[in-house]
């Protein structure tokens, strides 16, 4: 058993900051990517920001030097420091971990359940 669980979201006015963390634990024994997603009603899921156990990270154009994502791989969570928050920043936003539970096991995708991040004055 995996679980992926996030928290921290809520409600923030524009500009404002936000930090959203997420945990993985359970049968783990390493995780590759970690990473944020988002969604909001009526459109798919879009990524936000993905680390890998290395540090390598990826961050889409939308937030790129206002969100920044870190990384814990001893603690295996990841956090999402949002800065200069916009009202179209406001989503759910989903944790994802890529992991292996054994050596021998394959790579699967374990997601959280999300967080409501919502950007309004």
């Known amino acids: 058993q995996v679980h992926v669980v996030e928290s921290g979201g809520g409600l923030v006015q524009p500009g404002g900051s936000l930090r959203v963390s997420c945990s993985a634990s359970?049968?783990?024994?390493?995780?590759?990517?970690m990473g944020w997603y988002r969604q909001v009603p009526g459109k798919q899921r879009e990524l936000v920001a993905t680390i890998t156990i290395g540090g390598t990270t990826n961050i889409a154009d939308s937030v790129k030097g206002r969100f920044t994502i870190s990384r814990d791989n001893a603690k295996n969570t990841v956090d999402l420091q949002m800065n200069s928050l916009k009202p179209e920043d406001t989503a759910v936003y989903y944790c994802?971990?890529?992991?292996?539970?054994?050596?021998?096991?394959?790579?699967?995708?374990?997601w959280g359940q999300g967080t409501q991040v919502t950007v309004s004055s």
């Open positions: 359970g049968s783990i024994f390493i995780i590759n990517a």
């Open positions: 994802k971990a890529d992991l292996r539970s054994t050596p021998y096991s394959p790579w699967r995708e374990y």
